[in-house]
């Protein structure tokens, strides 16, 4: 059984602060790592993809990768209330390139 | 998710009854995806589809059947609704620039 791993939260950070996101996964044949944002009633939302070990930047946003200890996690600087959502990690199934699986997700809420 | 729709956004069936769920993109992408999301559960892959009338088997695939005849759609079917059944779907799009995949509005599902 492919697993991914999220801490459920609530994360509470204030306004301006680093809110710091984390996933574990159980595939080690997993090559590909996705976060997606989702605000209550709506539709997860693409927001980073890694592929490679170390760090990808995009905005505020901050993906890093560890294969060798099957950890992703996402950094959200100068942390906003329109952050607040919940943050879900997928990662592809190392036998089926093209399919994804997801964690539960973690809540995060930025206070002003 | 401009390019990607679904049908009905929302519907209320009574147990026993079949239901139909259809998810139509305009982004020419070769893979889709039928999702269900539940509190506790996260998001779980139920069938998807990696071209016309070719489909395969998620992790929660007991009691719906797809079928995929035009690029552009791919239909959902609860052969006889249950009260389980009750979720929110989504469909999701995927293949046509990599592994990642972006998601239709949902459809919220109630079986009395």
């Known amino acids: 059984q492919k697993e991914v791993e999220q801490n459920s939260g609530p994360l509470s950070v204030p306004e301006g602060a680093i809110a710091s996101l984390n996933c574990t996964y159980s595939?080690?044949?997993?090559?590909?790592f996705f976060w997606y944002r989702q605000y209550s009633g709506k539709s997860p939302e693409l927001i980073m993809f890694i592929y490679s070990n170390g760090d990808k930047e995009d905005g505020r946003f901050t993906a890093q990768l560890n294969k060798a200890s099957q950890y992703v996690s996402l950094l959200i600087r100068d942390s906003q209330p329109s952050d607040s959502a919940t943050y879900l990690c997928?990662?592809?199934?190392?036998?089926?390139?093209?399919?994804?699986?997801f964690g539960k997700g973690t809540l995060l809420t930025v206070n002003p | 998710d401009a390019g990607i729709t679904q049908s009905p956004r929302h519907k209320v069936t009574e147990t026993g009854t079949p239901v139909t769920l259809r998810c139509h993109q305009t982004e020419n992408h070769r893979y889709m995806y039928w999702y269900r999301q539940d509190p506790g559960h996260g998001l779980r892959l139920i069938h998807y589809?990696?071209?016309?009338?070719?489909?395969d088997k998620g992790e929660v695939s007991d009691g719906y059947s797809v079928s995929r005849s035009k690029t552009e759609d791919f239909l959902l079917t609860l052969e006889s609704a249950t009260s389980s059944q009750t979720s929110v779907y989504f469909c999701?799009?995927?293949?046509?620039?990599?592994?990642?995949?972006?998601f239709g509005p949902g459809t919220r599902l109630t079986v009395t």
């Open positions: 997928a990662v592809n199934n190392g036998g089926s390139n093209y399919k994804l699986t």
């Open positions: 999701a799009i995927g293949g046509r620039t990599g592994l990642e995949q972006y």
């Open positions: 595939d080690r044949g997993s090559q590909s």
């Open positions: 589809s990696y071209g016309v009338k070719d489909t």
